[in-house]
């Protein structure tokens, strides 16, 4: 039987694809415009985060179907989390659009007040994604053979995104504070691969689960195939965690 989906989920769905075409708009603009693709002005961070934050709230949409989870909680985080996606994405590109750095920017009250909004905003998600993470772990995901590790995987990957990202704002917000701006511009470099992987791993993995139940492989061949991907991704992510470590 087809799940039933609340008028909040289709909207956080359309606000996902709002947020990848806003991504893909950009790239556009890119590809018109030029300049560098790399550092703290650039298309890129309108690019990369519209497609990212599109991504993951769908994926996130979906994932969280799968909880053992009010269905009146589960529509309030949903919503929340959307609204703070689009925050995100909208004050990244408003300060692409200035032609100013968007993170870490302390130039002006007006750029201080748009780098507070984002690190206020990430730290809300911090929360609402951890929120899910735990329902995850506290009930067993109902899903299809390989789903419930797939999910508690994505999450708990996730969870080493935020820890990251909170670490690059927290180094950088300290930086800028005491004089560093150029440092702090560049404090996140170490950690970005590190974030990047972990990130879309509560899409990836589930994805690939997915997939699998489509297949007519016995479930302990489809349950052996998601613990395999887990381990590389851990592996993955293992591995951009040395680099970080030892570039920081």
Not at 1 to 18: D, N, Q, S, T, Y
Not at 71 to 79: D, G, K, Q
Not at 130 to 153: D, E, K, Y
Not at 166 to 190: D, F, K, N, W
């Amino acid at each position: 039987m087809k799940p039933h989906v609340r008028p909040a989920e289709r909207l956080c769905h359309v606000i996902g694809a709002l947020l990848i075409l806003s991504g893909l708009v950009h790239l556009g603009v890119f590809a018109v415009d030029g300049g560098p693709w790399y550092g703290p002005v650039s298309w890129r961070k309108p690019v990369t985060f519209g497609l990212s934050f599109g991504a993951t709230l769908i994926a996130v949409i979906w994932v969280t179907s799968y909880l053992r989870i009010g269905a009146r909680m589960r529509t309030v985080l949903l919503v929340v989390f959307a609204a703070d996606c689009v925050v995100e994405v909208g004050g990244i590109t408003l300060q692409a659009w200035r032609r100013v750095p968007s993170h870490l920017d302390m130039e002006t009250p007006f750029d201080t007040a748009v780098s507070m909004m984002l690190a206020v905003g990430g730290g809300v998600l911090v929360v609402l994604l951890t929120v899910f993470a735990v329902a995850s772990f506290r009930h067993r995901p109902a899903a299809p053979t390989g789903m419930a590790l797939a999910v508690r995987s994505g999450f708990a990957i996730m969870l080493v995104a935020l820890v990251s990202g909170a670490a690059m704002i927290a180094r950088g917000v300290v930086l800028a504070r005491t004089g560093h701006q150029e440092a702090a511009y560049h404090s996140t470099a170490p950690l970005k691969p590190l974030h990047g992987v972990s990130l879309h791993a509560v899409l990836v993995l589930p994805a690939l689960a997915w997939l699998l139940s489509r297949t007519s492989w016995s479930e302990a061949v489809r349950l052996r195939v998601v613990t395999v991907a887990v381990g590389c991704y851990v592996v993955a992510v293992a591995v951009a965690g040395v680099w970080a470590v030892l570039t920081y």
